[in-house]
């Protein structure tokens, strides 16, 4: 029998309701069912007490949340993810996905905030608008290596635009 690899997404940010993390299990249990392989991890910070009980307590065997990892531990799961996938409610500058790019990942996102100035739609990753597009643009990159292979070094290309120094250079364009 074939061994197939592991598809691993992964989620990085703190621990707290509105980056509603349970949208993101609740769609790995979903696809999960047709996509056994299918591998997430979580990787947060600051993490509620109550938040995070909850949320392992609906996960599966296939998801696992990290607290409080050393950023060389983070940088691999980067490098060895697949895609990265967000429903941050209130995502506002996203450098989550930043990072994720700067490794050649595209990026599953929810339709708040920043998401359509961090994510390039149908060309650097996909902006979702519920849970059931969210499943559908993960499935996507389950089943189109090359999608995702494509959609990755464009997210490179893309990052290289943001920096601090150009950030502050916009804000003195307002500001003057």
């Not at 996509?35 to 990787?43: A, E, F, N, Q, S």
């Not at 050393?70 to 450098?95: C, E």
């Not at 490794?103 to 849970?131: D, W």
């Amino acid at each position: 029998m074939e061994k197939v690899n592991k598809f691993k997404l992964l989620s990085v940010s703190r621990i707290t309701p509105y980056k509603q993390f349970e949208v993101i299990i609740n769609a790995i249990k979903s696809l999960s069912k047709k996509y056994p392989h299918l591998d997430l991890t979580i990787v947060g910070s600051s993490p509620q007490s109550h938040y995070l009980r909850y949320l392992n307590k609906i996960s599966a065997k296939n998801i696992r949340i990290i607290t409080s990892l050393p950023d060389r531990k983070l940088a691999l799961l980067y490098a060895n993810s697949d895609v990265y996938v967000t429903a941050d409610k209130y995502l506002f500058f996203g450098m989550p996905i930043l990072e994720a790019a700067s490794y050649e990942k595209p990026t599953v996102a929810l339709n708040y905030c920043a998401a359509s100035e961090m994510i390039v739609h149908n060309r650097t990753g996909f902006i979702a608008n519920n849970q059931s597009e969210l499943e559908l643009y993960i499935e996507k990159f389950i089943t189109e290596e090359t999608t995702k292979r494509t959609f990755g070094k464009k997210a490179y290309l893309f990052s290289k635009k943001f920096s601090w120094n150009k950030c502050a250079e916009e804000w003195i364009k307002i500001l003057t």
